[in-house]
């Protein structure tokens, strides 16, 4: 199930606004992870390297990478920002992502520079046709 109140990139990452309110609704902050599609494509995570806060991402920058028995994949910004906030607890449980994409296992947080760039990424419907589950 793709979650309805998040925005999604094309590289299977997942945006959720926190400064409350629909898309550019006085937003702020973004919360960002990788979507459920893609942990489980990627198999049991062993590791998850981060940006550390204060890092500036623009849109489509490798911002850290997501390690499986399987493979290593980039993790890329959804948006462009600064980043306020890592998700430190992946360090000692990245298993997280694995039980919890959108919830315990988010990654990072970006202050955004043009919060408009949140109605650019994909809403739940267009995430589904990029991953074949229309």
């Known amino acids: ?9 094309s590289e299977h990452e997942w945006v959720r606004a926190q400064d409350g309110g629909e898309a550019t609704d006085g937003v702020t902050v973004a919360r960002v992870g ?11 995570i062993v590791f998850v390297q981060m940006p550390e806060p204060g890092t500036t991402v623009e849109p489509g920058d490798s911002i850290g990478e ?8 980039e993790i890329f910004a959804p948006l462009a920002g600064t980043v306020v906030a890592r998700n430190d607890v992946l360090d000692a449980t990245p298993e997280l992502v694995n039980s919890d994409p959108y919830g315990d296992g988010w990654m990072i947080e970006i202050e955004l520079t043009d919060p408009a760039q949140l109605d650019e990424l994909l809403d739940a419907g267009g995430y589904a046709a990029v991953i074949g589950e229309e």
């Open 66 to 73: 997501v390690e499986s028995t399987k493979s290593v994949s």
């Open 34 to 44: 990788i979507t459920d599609y893609a942990q489980n494509s990627l198999g049991d």
């Open 1 to 9: 199930m793709i979650p309805e109140d998040l925005r999604y990139s």
